[in-house]
């Protein structure tokens, strides 16, 4: 690190790079004082924000201060000659950079800082982002929502459900933000706050960070490779546990109804030669019937009406190989005996009097588990290890991370604002801890589709969320690719998604041919897992037919033949930070091209998948890094550039590495 000041100018360079660039003439920090409004429905939200203050810190103090035998630089920034704000920079231990900031005059609320930049400079990351792998040239609000059905307000989707119910979606909104991108110059940069953010890569010369309060820090640092970048991030921010043994054995099929039918359907299925790892029953519970289709009874505990004998069967399926997973939320039903058990004990939030607070969604209403309250974080911890994990439960879904509102009153005294962003963190903490104080880390699956700063550690898979049963690139299966993408260079490297996806509203029903690609392209996921949708009648599943159920066998039978190349692309997220699905930039930093590629991905270091997206599509037109592909189903081998191949359904574009070290196994996989 190093400082370079003359003439009111002052400049940061950290290996050999220029960070920051600040001059009274071009100034890099300005702070503000603003006043946000946030509508939420239903968890989407409509922010505005009221900015009554901009200001320019042009002048400031320097002082050069001697810390861990390191030469550090406070620099106090003013305003008409009033301090304002101070920043210590320093290198820490680890050969970061980090700018701590602190506000002098605690009126300022809002925040902005100017990052240097190259014109041609490409940026990742944010979170996950479902529409741009690339970030360039848009900016992206980062604040923890519903993502949206539709995801695209010039499509008919989308305003069809902006106009019935507020929740269309654009192409920045996603379950999981994070304030953190990274470059193709092989750096990344973390501003740590939980406050709403924007980050804007829309100037030639410089990114700006906005934030609305004062970040405690800005952390950043290069590496000579991307693989290495991906060490030192996950070094920051955790890393994902690997995956339970089990999961790799087939697909976890998504069934509702009941025992006999989960049980009638398992058999049916293995019958016709899938392999089935797992039953996922997300309404194990009980059900509620809403005009939105099939919803839960959020009262975490069996619903023995619904799943009778489910207290034996549940081992009975165990001991025949196949793992029996559910569902839970932070929420709690209002008059049901969770809830009531709660509010006695004052484990909910409340509103700023001290008095009942619930929140809508969508025709019941819930109160929120306050996890800043540890007693109420241990109480929970209680109910899923007693509800779910001793009664048998191998796994569930974590849902519903991004819904905290900003108008209820915490435990903490922190403004629900500034913890609404974490709260996916404090959710995925409770979850961990409950599986590791069970002794099960090894043998549970949990999986959020929400997600914080600081809970790659704690949450053990991503997926998706709920994109709608379309063809359409904003919210179909096209988007979860750039989402598995940008979440794994953020540190989580094991994403998924619902096989067929979820959201059947306004028209959309999901298709044989859609069913049957999204399984192609689980295949060569980390984790198979299939949906029925919210309106499970509405759509195509995976046993409508025989053809499909063959289908599926075949995928599922190819993902388990890949188990071992699988588990050790796995555990390398766990040991390195590497994801297993990995932009093709990641090993081919040479090629400008890969940059730009955001519907394929390596899967691990020697198989690119390029999955079919369009509707009736059976040439494929996709790009190759330079290198030797051997295309899976043909042999054919090509050595980089753009090529077209063959992909009916069962044939998705698949290649490996010539040179692969399991080059047997790859070779394989046509045999199925």
């Not at 993902?559 to 390398?572: D, F, N, S, T, W």
Request: glycine share 8%; net charge negative.
């Amino acid at each position: 690190m190093e400082f370079q000041i003359n003439d009111g100018n002052l400049t940061i360079t950290h290996k050999n790079r220029v960070v920051f660039q600040h001059s009274e003439t071009n100034p890099s920090l300005f702070v503000g004082v603003g006043e946000a409004n946030y509508d939420m429905y239903r968890g989407n939200f409509d922010i505005t924000d009221y900015v009554t203050e901009r200001l320019p810190l042009r002048k400031f103090d320097l002082e050069k201060v001697e810390a861990n035998c390191r030469e550090n630089l406070s620099v106090l920034f003013k305003f008409d000659g009033e301090p304002v704000i101070n920043m210590l920079v320093s290198e820490t231990q680890e050969g970061r950079l980090k700018a701590e900031f602190e506000a002098v005059d605690k009126k300022f609320n809002r925040f902005w800082m100017r990052v240097a930049a190259t014109e041609e400079e490409r940026v990742f990351g944010c979170g996950e982002q479902l529409t741009y792998l690339n970030l360039r040239g848009k900016n992206f609000p980062l604040w923890s929502s519903e993502p949206g059905v539709g995801r695209n307000k010039n499509t008919y989707t989308t305003w069809q459900a902006d106009v019935k119910d507020k929740a269309g979606g654009d192409y920045y909104t996603t379950n999981y933000p994070q304030p953190t991108f990274v470059s193709d110059k092989k750096y990344f940069c973390h501003l740590e706050t939980t406050a709403y953010a924007d980050f804007d890569f829309t100037h030639a010369e410089y990114h700006e960070l906005q934030c609305w309060n004062i970040p405690e820090y800005l952390l950043l640092d290069a590496e000579e490779s991307f693989p290495e970048l991906m060490t030192n991030i996950s070094d920051v921010f955790g890393r994902q546990p690997a995956l339970p043994e089990w999961v790799y054995n087939g697909v976890i099929l998504g069934i509702q109804g009941g025992t006999e039918i989960t049980i009638d359907k398992v058999t049916a299925a293995k019958e016709a030669g899938v392999e089935v790892a797992g039953a996922w029953c997300q309404d194990w519970q009980g059900i509620k019937m809403t005009s939105f289709g099939k919803r839960l009874q959020w009262d975490w505990q069996w619903n023995s009406d619904l799943y009778p004998g489910l207290d034996t069967k549940i081992h009975e399926l165990k001991e025949e190989g196949v793992r029996f997973l559910g569902y839970i939320n932070p929420y709690v039903l209002e008059d049901f005996p969770l809830y009531n058990e709660a509010l006695e004990k004052g484990y909910l939030a409340t509103k700023e009097d001290g008095s009942k607070y619930v929140v809508d969604f969508g025709e019941f209403y819930c109160g929120v588990v306050d996890f800043t309250n540890p007693e109420a974080c241990e109480w929970y911890k209680g109910v899923i290890k007693s509800n779910m994990i001793d009664f048998g439960l191998d796994g569930w879904m974590g849902d519903f991370g991004e819904y905290l509102p900003t108008d209820c009153s915490l435990h903490n005294g922190v403004s629900a604002e500034i913890e609404h962003n974490k709260w996916p963190y404090r959710w995925a903490k409770v979850q961990h801890e409950a599986i590791a104080e069970a002794g099960k880390t090894n043998d549970i699956l949990f999986f959020m589709r929400a997600g914080a700063t600081g809970m790659q550690g704690y949450c053990h898979a991503l997926w998706a969320g709920d994109q709608s049963v379309i063809w359409e690139k904003d919210d179909g299966l096209a988007s979860v690719i750039p989402a598995a993408l940008s979440a794994g260079l953020m540190g989580n490297g094991i994403s998924h998604s619902d096989i067929g996806g979820y959201t059947t509203l306004h028209g959309n029903t999901r298709s044989k041919e859609l069913f049957q690609r999204w399984a192609e392209m689980a295949a060569f996921t980390p984790i198979m897992r299939s949906h029925e949708g919210n309106r499970p009648g509405d759509n195509h599943q995976f046993d409508t037919d025989a053809e499909t159920m063959a289908h599926l066998a075949r995928m599922t039978k190819i993902y388990k033949h890949l188990k071992p190349y699988i588990k050790a692309a796995v555990e390398e997220n766990a040991t390195k930070g590497m994801p297993v699905q990995r932009p093709l930039f990641m090993h081919y930093e040479q090629d400008a091209e890969s940059y730009e590629i955001k519907y394929q991905y390596l899967f691990g270091r020697d198989l690119l998948v390029a999955p079919v997206y369009n509707q009736g599509e059976e040439v494929k037109e996709l790009y190759l890094p330079d290198d030797e592909w051997v295309h899976v189903w043909t042999g054919e081998i090509f050595t980089g550039g753009w090529a077209k191949v063959d992909a009916p359904v069962g044939q998705p574009p698949v290649f490996y590495r010539r040179k692969a070290e399991n080059v047997e196994l790859l070779e394989a996989i046509k045999n199925f």
